[in-house]
C-alpha cells in the first residue's frame, strides 16, 4: 500500500497515520454489517418479539417496581435510543414514573455526574421523568448479600436497588471483551453493579490467568459460568442488548430473558467481529477505539491484549489512545509503580495468591500478556511528565517513524493496522 493514508479511531475523531513507503499494509476491519434503515422501530420489535420471553409490555403489566441498568461513559451504548421507549412502555402498563430508576452500571469505576450523567442519558426527557442514579462498589450499606457461587466461592453481593426491585431489566452493548469473552447481559449485573469484594474477586489471578479468559470465548470461560450463576441466583432479569458498527450506528438490538437474548446479539455479531489472518506480524499498529475508550490509560490496555494473536513474539505493538482524561486511578497508578519497580515476574508472583485483587491492579497484570510477547509503544497527547513513565511502556511521538524503525528492526515490511482497536479481534487462521 505504500505510503497511503490510513484514519485511526482517536478521541472522538481519527488520527492519520502516513505509512513508509517500504511498507506492506493489511488492514483488518470487522465485516461490514448492514445499518438499520429504522433504528427506533428495530428498537419497538425488540420488545415486542422477545427472546426466551414475553414482551415488554406484557412483562411490566402489574409491577410495583422497575430497575433499569445502563453502562458507565466507558461504554458508547446508544441509551438515547431505546432509554425513552422503554420508559413510555412501562408508563403505558401501569408502571408509575416514580417507581422507575435507572442505575449508572459504573463496577469500580468512577461516577458519571452533571454533564456527563446527560451525554450518558442521551435524553432530557428521561432524566426529567425517573430517577438516575450511581452506582457506588464501595457503599457497604448499599448492597445485598446473596452468598457465594457454588462452583468457586465467589462472593455475591450486588446493588439493592436493583436486587429489591420487582422488575429487572440489564442494558448495554454486546462487544468483544478481553475477559468476559463478550460484554453486555450479564456483565452489566456483576461485575457493573457488583460490591467491590465480588468484582475484585473476577479480578483475581485465578480468574485473569486463565487461558479460557479471553475475547469472543464464553464456552469453559471461568468469569462468564460464574456471572451466569450469579444471574440464576438473583432471579428474573431482562435485557436489551446493542450491536454497533465502525460508525457507532446501531446494526442489532435485541430484547428478553437475559441470557438468551445476551446470546443471541453474540450470534449475530460474533462471525463479524472475530476475523481470521493468514499471518502473524512484526508490526501491528491499532488504536484504543477513540472516546470513550481511550479517555484513560487504563482503558488502553484492551487495545494492547485484543490483537495479540498476530503479534509476532518479539514484534512491535504500537497503538494510538487519547487519554483526554489522563492515566486513570490512583489504585492503578499505585499497581504500575508496583509493576515498574518489581518487574512482570515478581508482580505477578505478588498477585497469584490473592484471592481478592486490590483495586484496578487486574488492568496491569492484564498489561503483562502483551509485554510477554513482544514490544510495545504508545502514542498519547493526553499523557506528560510521569504519567508517561508510569505506562511501562514506550511513548512515541511519531506514529510513521515508529512503523519504520519496527520494519528495519525485523525486517519485515509487512504491517497490519486495525483502525478500530479492540473492537475488533484479529484471529491468526494459517
Known sequence: MGADELRISYGRGHISLALPAAARATVIRKRVLPKLADPAGAIASAFARPVGSAPLAELARGRRSVCILI????RPVPNRLFLRPMVETLTASGVPSDR????????????NLGDELAELVGDPWVLERVRVENHYAREERDHVDLGRTRTRGTPVKLDRRFVEAD????????????????SGGRKVVAPGVAHHETIRTFHSARFMEDPLAVQCNLVGNPLHEEQLEIVRMLGDIYALNAVMDEDRDLVCATFGEIVASHQAAVDFVAEATNVPVPRRFSTVVTSSAGDPLDKTYYQTVKG???????????GTLIIASECSEGFGSAEFRQAQARLLELGPERFLATLTAKSLAEVDEWQTEMQLKPMRVGRIELHTTGLMGDDRRLTGVETIDDLTLAVERSIARSGDPHVAVIPEGPYVVPRYAP
Open 71 to 74: 453502562c458507565d461513559i466507558t
Open 304 to 314: 494492547m491484549v485484543t490483537p495479540l494473536d498476530i503479534l509476532e513474539p518479539g
Open 167 to 182: 422488575f429487572r431489566i440489564a442494558t448495554g452493548l454486546v462487544e468483544p471483551h478481553f475477559m468476559a469473552g463478550w
Open 100 to 111: 422507575i430508576s435507572i442505575l449508572v452500571a459504573t463496577g469500580l469505576h468512577r461516577p
